[in-house]
């Protein structure tokens, strides 16, 4: 994430100088006749300020499409299933992600029980993407006699395109397998 923050950072601060040139550029004939220090100024400010909306376009929906951002977008819509060492039975869910440039969110939904994340980021773990995330999973309060609320982490691999496929551990000492493919 650290990094993430650090590019959009350099990014924001390009953006801004180039965003002055230009501004400067613009009015070059008034600065050469009347030079002012407080038009010299105005003219940074109106730079950071434009710089400061396209950034924050840029992490909330630009990012997407810059091809050298080096997050991939698995925002959207997943159907798959499960399986626990609990019991070994394969479970249907649904996995909604949240996703901007510097921030990603998990709800993955069952028959029993709903689970959110915490805490989630995009890394590069050996070469190969993946979706880390802890998450608290709240069952539903008819199935709480034998799944109480408890939290769990799971390692999501991001080497297919709209395929998410990994595993969880969670505080009850059970573990299982994950594998969704986006659906929207």
């Given at each position: ?23 400067c550029a613009v009015s070059f ?58 019991d070994s039975v394969k479970r ?22 709903e689970s959110r994340s915490i ?66």
């Amino acid at each position: 994430m650290k990094k993430q923050i650090d590019r959009l950072l350099k990014k924001a601060m390009w953006v801004a100088v180039a965003l002055f040139v230009i501004r400067c550029a613009v009015s070059f004939e008034e600065i050469k006749t009347s030079p002012s220090l407080y038009a010299f100024f105005g003219y940074a400010g109106e730079a950071v300020g434009l710089a400061a909306i396209l950034m924050i376009l840029y992490e909330k929906l630009l990012w997407r499409y810059d091809p050298v951002s080096g997050v991939p977008c698995i925002k959207g819509y997943y159907e798959g299933s499960f399986t626990s060492t609990y019991d070994s039975v394969k479970r249907e869910a649904s996995l909604t992600v949240k996703q901007s440039f510097l921030s990603v969110g998990i709800t993955m939904s069952t028959g029993e029980s709903e689970s959110r994340s915490i805490a989630a980021s995009i890394d590069n773990v050996y070469g190969v993407n993946m979706l880390v995330f802890t998450y608290q999973n709240d069952p539903k309060i008819e199935v709480r006699d034998r799944s109480q609320i408890h939290y769990g982490t799971a390692m999501i691999t991001l080497s297919e395109k709209d395929h998410l496929k990994g595993t969880y551990y969670t505080g009850r000492k059970t573990a299982g397998d994950l594998d969704f493919t986006k659906v929207g």
